[in-house]
């Protein structure tokens, strides 16, 4: 069952790049701008066919795609080449690609969502043998973990993953009776302890989590807050990364995502449960894609978006526009980039895999 799993871990990961893409298109569409050609994947063509003025093509290789506008990224004399366009309508065309990520994540949770019964809140719920300390802290038993360190909590797997990064004092915010209370410099620090298997474990003393019963606006709610959670991990993931807390190494490119995905659905304890891991880490990855693509990076739409805003204060300081040539060769360069460290993620995940 393992192919199979990857098959449709492929295929979603192809589908992803094919909505990224259909943003950009859309966008583009309705904005007047003229498209060449609208592509899933790179590398040698498959299959190409020609209606009116663009040509939609399948490629070779499934780790991308393109929206080829008339005059992205060189000068043109079509006026409705993307370079001629007012700069509104070339923001909005760059940021299509990502919002339709985004909003693909969004609906696959809240279809998710939709067949769920319960949802675990951050609730106190109690301590463990050997923790009862805990109490003259101040926490108390039916607090809702609203905050911990500054960052807002929304499920019981926030608290989780902020409370196993903070240190051995946590600034809290909970709310009690209604109100919020805040809770600054509480000692939670990891000790060993005996869970009720009468396992010694390494735990800060505190039982967290109480279920509520999944109401459709609460569904609406949450689908929304774990959306907003998927971004906050990009984030946090970009900032290990950053700081050395994370290398290389820990990066995964299409070839781990797929492993990943095909070994999540293995792992299943039955074929539903394997869909719904599936399609829940695919939510993550379009949402990720989404935060990825607009980073001020070369060759990325957030790259280009930095450069519309480099443009339109280099016309209002010396009334004229950087020559598009230009764009195309830090564009350029900065796919150059993006394309060793694709290589380089793809020969790491080749080298975890065996």
Known sequence: MTIVYILIAVLMFGLLIAIHEFGHFIAAKALGVRVNEFAIGMGPQLFSRRSGETSYSLRAFPIGGFCAMEGEGEDSDDPRAFGNKPAWKRFFILVAGAFFNFAAGVVLILALFSQVEGFVAPVVTGYMPGAEDLQQTGLLPGDRLYRVDGHRIYFNADALLYLDRAGDTVDL????????????????????LTDANGQQVQKRGVYIGQVEEATLGLKLKNAWY???????????????LITGAVGVRDMSGPIGIVNAMGEMGAQSESAGEAVRNILNFVAFIAINLAVMNLLPIPALDGGQILFLVVDGVW??????RINQKYLG?????????????MVVVAVSDVVKLF
């Open 329 to 341: 060769y830090i564009n350029m360069a900065g796919f150059c980039c993006l394309i060793g460290l």
């Open 173 to 192: 915010e909970v709310i009690r009776d209604g109100a919020r209370v805040t809770l600054n410099g509480v000692s939670m620090p990891v000790r060993t």
């Open 315 to 320: 016309h209002r300081l010396t009334r004229r």
């Open 226 to 240: 774990q959306s907003v959670s998927y971004v906050r991990m990009v984030w946090m993931s970009l900032g290990d």
